[in-house]
């Protein structure tokens, strides 16, 4: 069992940056591939990024295109803490963001087994 807290959302300006934070509990954290993904009102639940690590390619990382260039995730295996750095904000990233845990990474919202409760972006213009 996985339980995920994010934090860090908030108002920013276009142009602006936010950093996310998602918080793990459980020993196994390291073990798990972690995505951040986002919903927009009456949009369906889309893929932002996501992070896996393996003996075979190490560190993986992931990400829509929509913020490939602006966004980062990175993740502290010894803080069970998983990040989303978002810079150059655009008005179109207003949404709530969630954090998620799988065992095996995918883009897909119906891919990851743990969520986070959600944070709140919202980016003006």
């Known amino acids: 069992q996985v339980r995920l807290v994010e934090s860090g959302g908030g108002l920013a300006q276009a142009g602006g940056s936010l950093r996310l934070s998602c918080a793990a509990s459980g020993r196994t954290f390291s073990t798990y591939a972690m995505g951040w993904f986002r919903q927009a009102p009456g949009k369906e639940r889309e893929f932002v990024a996501a992070?896996?690590?393996?003996?075979?390619?190490?560190?993986?990382?992931y990400y829509a295109d929509s913020v490939k260039g602006r966004f980062t995730i990175s993740r502290d295996n010894a803080k069970n803490t998983v990040y989303l750095q978002m810079n150059s904000l655009k008005p179109e990233d207003t949404a709530v963001y969630y954090c998620a845990a799988a065992r095996r990474v995918g883009y897909h919202h119906r891919d990851y087994d743990y969520w986070g409760q959600g944070t709140q972006v919202t980016v003006s213009s």
């Open positions: 992070h896996s690590w393996n003996t075979w390619t190490g560190d993986s990382t």
